[in-house]
């Protein structure tokens, strides 16, 4: 593919506290930044009285001096409702109210409404600006970022900022997911990736299993109230302190020195990551500029009980995900705050090895989300990620046949549920083959997978009820469950239908279909033929052992006979025959079923009357 006709789309994460955005380039994944070297674009947005609207550094400069009308944080609004909201609106210095028309919410400013995709969207605006700036040419998609833990509504709002944006969202991408492909770990064959994303104002932990080369989110937990902001806010309580001898009512700060201290105890913060004190000095309008001065001890002393918090959380994800300390593999670090040292320090300790922070940490989702962009720009041709079903996704049947539970087409993320039975007696182990494909044989079709539902208990060909689910999650990772209801036992298995799948495969095992449709259609006929003469088989012979029936002799040999010619038949391929066969024989059996048991029911009738 040249240059010209590659589409260019670029990996965006879209923060709680910073966003930006990343490209793989011919020297591999990069982030876009300004003129001036800055990545990161602050996700906050200010309305000015006027009407002007701040995005961005300069926006968050005005979120103390206009408060009502400035926005961060919008990220914890989108796709929610005011019921979901309970405790959050409090928290935040801008009104959330209720929408007259849905049941997401918006965000009064002044006498006016606006909605939290609007506010994402001037967001992502920004950043798009910022990389159309850096590229030199226009960007209309991208691939956006978002927590494990968002549900369907997070993800569609986030879908409906990117549009208002005039970016369509070719694929949303969990965060943890990103930062693991970020480093590169897709390529292990089998592992367990933990992935600590440590942020402004949240804390996330997620569990990735890694099956050949697929990811899938096994376990999350975290704190959607816990990250840098608070380590700022001890910081500033202690200013406040100093400024007004320790009387810390609101109002006895001068409002004018509040954003000072904000940001000096902000930078404080990060200069402790590498040196081990940081001092200010503020003009408070005394005669001597006030002194403050904190090491690297008495800061790690005063977060150490939110950084504990974090790793309560690892636990409860490790435990979640069946798993413990030692059967990690991978620890990678996401999010600014896990720059401080005591955190790297502490998750080494927890999880007994050395975090991934090669990577800078507030970069790495972007440059993962710009690795996912690259796939689908066409850029990476080992790798089909899409956001809908390529081919049709299903298991085999008996005598080969292929029963689709996904369609082609069908949009990520989706699920098919069917019921299926066995097809010989007692059988206690189940085996379910997974394919894909567009053809109604199997051995047309790709084969993904395979496993062994066992454990059930023997029962009659056709009793058991086994519910197959696939469930296809918003990174393109199939499930199949198999799970036979009378019993309870379950089995499945994780593949990713489109690894290793090119555009060109796809287009060509979907026109072999088309190609082949005629004699496919056959194969599938003589399959389903096959089986209902297998089953006429099977259940006339059954009845014919049974010593209660009274068949006569001849009947007897004829309907063996007949069955010697069933079989006979199911082992060639002549489907006029065969179908011609099982009709005769279907209908010679319905007659006689209805004569011969009349008759044995008759004769228990009469057996009761005399009893009686
Ligand atoms: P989010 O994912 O919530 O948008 P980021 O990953 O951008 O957030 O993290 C922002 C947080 O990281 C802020 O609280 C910021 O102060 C903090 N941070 C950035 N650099 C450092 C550093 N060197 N030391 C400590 N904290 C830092
Ligand atoms: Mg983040």
Sequence with gaps: MSNETRDVVIGIDLGTTNSLAAIVGKDGPRVLT??????????VVSFLDGGEVIVGAEARALSISNPERTV????????????????????????????????????????????????????????????????????????????AYFDDAQR????????????????IVNEPTA???????????????????????????????ITQGVFKVVATAGDTHLGGDDFDRTIMEEIFALITGGDN????????????????????????????????????????????????????????????????????????????????????????????????????????????????PDRVVALGAAIQADVLAGGNKDLLLLDVIPLALG????????????????????????????????????????????????????????????????????LPRV????????????TVTAREQRSGQEASIDVVPSHGLTRDEVRSMVKESIVHAHEDFANRELVELRNKANNLVYGTTRVLDMPEMPFTDEQRTDLNADIQNLKKLVGGDDIEALKAACDAFGEKTQALADNVIGEAIKAELSKGMTQA
């Design 156 to 171: 569609q709002a986030t879908r409906d900022a990117a549009k208002i944006a005039g970016l369509t969202a070719l694929r």
């Design 249 to 360: 009512r609101p109002g006895k700060v001068p409002a004018e020195a509040l954003q000072q201290v904000r940001l000096s105890a902000e930078a404080m913060k990060k200069e402790l990551s590498s040196a081990e004190n940081a001092m200010l000095e503020i003009d408070v309008g005394g005669e001597q500029p006030l002194h403050y001065e904190l090491d690297r001890a008495r800061f790690e002393a005063m977060i150490a009980p939110s950084v504990e918090l974090t790793l309560k959380c690892c636990r409860a994800a490790l435990a979640d995900a069946g798993l413990q300390a030692g059967d990690v593999d991978e620890v990678v670090l996401v999010g600014g705050s896990t720059r401080i040292p005591m955190v790297r320090r502490r998750c080494a300790e927890l999880f007994d090895r050395e975090p991934h922070t090669e990577l800078d």
């Design 72 to 147: 961060h944080s919008v990220k914890r609004l989108m796709g929610r409702g005011m019921a979901d909201l309970a405790g959050e609106v409090d928290r935040l210095p801008y009104t959330v109210v209720e929408s007259d028309n849905s049941k997401l919410v918006r965000i009064a400013i002044g006498d006016k409404s606006i909605t939290p995709q609007e506010i994402s969207a001037l967001i992502l605006g920004r950043v798009r600006e910022q990389a159309e700036a850096a590229l030199g040419c226009t960007v209309e998609k991208a691939v956006i970022t978002v927590p």
């Design 467 to 478: 519910e197959v689910t696939f469930l296809v999650d918003a990174d393109g990772v199939l």
């Design 395 to 462: 298991i085999e049947t008996v005598g080969g046949g292929f029963a689709k539970l996904v369609t082609r087409n069908s949009t990520v993320p989706c699920r098919a549920t069917e019921m299926f039975s066995t097809s010989v007696d007692n059988q206690t182990g189940i085996d379910v083959n997974v394919f894909q494909g567009e053809r109604e044989m199997v051995a047309d079709c790709r084969h993904l997978g395979s496993f062994k539902l066992s454990g059930v208990p023997p029962m009659p060909a056709g």
């Design 179 to 209: 930062a693991a492909l970020a480093y590169g770990l897709d390529t292990s064959r089998e592992g367990n990736v933990v992935v600590y994303d440590l942020g402004g104002g949240t804390f996330d932990v997620s569990v990735l299993k």
């Design 34 to 43: 300004d003129s001036q070297g800055a990545a990161l674009i602050p996700s």
